[in-house]
């Protein structure tokens, strides 16, 4: 019974070891510790970071559901926007800015009109991959 249980025990720590010093290498054999900020979960293959960057030119607007369809064409009409893209799923539409008009203008003609929900830069996403 002993010899079994020496045995069990040297198999559980030759195995336990040599993983836990994988499983906390770079990849170069050095030990690496991570802060709990940096920490990916299990079940996450990519994390988005938002960034304070967006595309100089363009908005994501949200018009309120009782905005008509014609109300919306001749408010980019009057204002030099135009619709490049549809995201049926939320019902925001972003537009292209006229040459000029700065990001923080286009937001303040949106803010003054009763018909939009909301609008916001179009700010750009990025994914990181995990460590490995």
């Known amino acids: 019974m002993r010899c079994y249980l020496k045995g069990f025990l040297l198999n559980v720590i030759c195995i336990t070891i040599p993983f ?3 499983s906390c290498s770079n990849g170069s054999g050095n030990v690496e510790s991570r802060d709990r900020d940096e920490t990916i979960s299990k079940n ?3 994390t ?3 960034s304070k960057e967006y595309a100089s030119d363009q908005l994501l607007v949200k018009f309120k559901e009782t905005a008509p369809q014609s ?4 408010f980019y009409e009057k204002h030099g926007f135009i619709k490049i893209d ?3 799923s939320i019902d925001v539409e972003l537009i292209t800015l006229p040459n000029g008009l700065s990001v923080k203008n286009a937001l303040a003609i949106c803010k003054d009109d009763d018909n939009i929900e909301y609008a916001e830069p179009n700010y750009k996403r990025y994914l990181n991959a995990p460590e490995h």
Do not use: A
């Open 86 to 88: 549809y995201f049926e």
């Open 44 to 46: 996450e293959s990519y």
């Open 20 to 22: 836990l010093l994988i």
């Open 48 to 50: 988005k970071t938002e």
């Open 71 to 74: 109300y919306r064409k001749e």
